[in-house]
């Protein structure tokens, strides 16, 4: 389910360097994007909000009884790529040879490094739900030119607090440690809420939450809608979080955080790179099958990369 990205203008999306300084909630709504078939709300990127920590993509797809989107052999470069479902199953299949079965509650991490190539398919016979959420990590210049990897964690840490239940897709919440790899400081965290909430937060790090489920949840107060996403920036150490009807069935939100990214970053498609150079020579390497993305044992057809605007 992942990407691609661009902005309205099919253009480059440059991240990092300018930072619109808040000392409050800055609540904004989800743009609708289409992955495929599918409608999404997308939250990460946004123009006023480029990156939170190293998180740089957010898609929120579903609930739909239609399943998931099958998505053919289509490239990565300097990402991480995280799958987190809450209704239905992915069978994902790498260029390094992974073949691994997605389910609600498991956590896929894929790392591209200098260069992977993934599908992702419907599995026959798998429940009819879709619902989840596809994120992508920018990778670090120590890593970012590395090996690719790929992660599946069946199982995470759980968290109890007064109000919510938390399981820890990666970084650290008090004692839930993901075993998830992080190249940086950055936490990914998911809330059943279901009675008002204090989260506490690593003031050194800025967030994102946003809704999963169909209810509004209060921020400090502030009503937030699943089609919106809540910026919380950097010096916060709390954030209280309230479902509107606490009789219902817990609501769950997704809360990511980071300290805040310093590097310029250029995001085209499905590369993340440094300029566009990088990202030229990524699309023409797709493009000639180099071997750089290796071969993928998937029956569905390649994806070919639209023409990057900027060359001739
Ligand atoms: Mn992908």
New binding site residues.
Partial sequence: M??PVTDESGDVVVCGGDRPEIDHIEVADAHRARVGPAEVRRLLPRRQRRTVGAWCFLDHFGPSDDGLAT?GP?P?IGLQ?VTWLLDGELLHRDTLGSEQLIRPGQLNLMTAGRGIA?A?EQVPGGGRGGHGVQLWVAQPDETRDGAAAFEHHPALPEVQLDGADVKVLVGALGDGRSPARADTDHLGIQLALHDRCELPLDAAHEHAIAPLDGDVVFIDGQPLAPDQVAYVAPGRDCVTLEPADTAAASTRVLVLGGTPWEVRISMWW?FVGRDKDELTAAFEDWQRDDERFGTIASELARIAAPRPPWLP
């Fill in positions: 992942s990407g998505i289509h990565h790529t993934h992702e499905n």
